[in-house]
């Protein structure tokens, strides 16, 4: 079986930046997402990746584009990933979200809209599992105009 490279769509503008990005900000083991067998899956992380920011985006929906079934998608999804659809969408959106409290002068509440939350609370909770600080906290460490510089 042949082994897929996750790009987006070169239709689209930026989509090696976002990758590139993306494959910065995760762990070694989120990188390695990169060796997909599976062409819809690999198709799915791009989607994901490319639509992290909406908030309409569903699993079920996303199943769909590719013909399968919503839990075939997600089996072939954490069998090729070692990580839930879900899972992956939230990484994606705090990774995103990390990036912009580090180098915009964005409010949390607009970033929150940005990356894809609807609800304040939610993304307060999930950023501080993945960052150990709330998003608030984790702002005052940068100073936007030194772009993402840590102050001193």
């Known amino acids: 079986m042949e082994t897929w490279i996750v790009v987006r ?7 090696q930046e976002l990758w590139t990005r993306f494959s910065s900000q995760f762990s070694a083991e989120t990188r ?9 899956v690999a198709a799915a992380v791009s989607v994901l990746m490319a639509e992290s920011h909406s908030t309409a985006l569903d699993i079920s929906n996303l199943s769909r584009r590719f013909n399968l079934s919503p839990s075939r998608f997600r089996h072939l999804f954490v069998e090729q990933t070692g990580i839930a659809p ?5 990484q994606v959106r705090l990774a995103n979200a990390k990036v912009l409290l580090e180098t915009s002068f964005l409010s949390v509440k607009e ?19 993945a960052y150990h600080s709330p998003p608030s906290r984790y702002r005052t460490l940068f100073d ?5 510089m840590v102050k001193k």
Do not use: E, W
Request: proline share 2%.
């Open 9 to 15: 769509d070169q239709s689209t503008a930026n989509g």
């Open 32 to 40: 390695a997402l990169v060796a997909i067998k599976d062409r819809r």
């Open 86 to 90: 879900g899972q992956f969408l939230k």
């Open 111 to 129: 970033i929150m809209h940005r990356v894809g939350y609807i609800n304040v609370c939610h993304f307060t909770r999930d950023y501080c599992r």
């Open 144 to 148: 936007p105009q030194t772009a993402g």
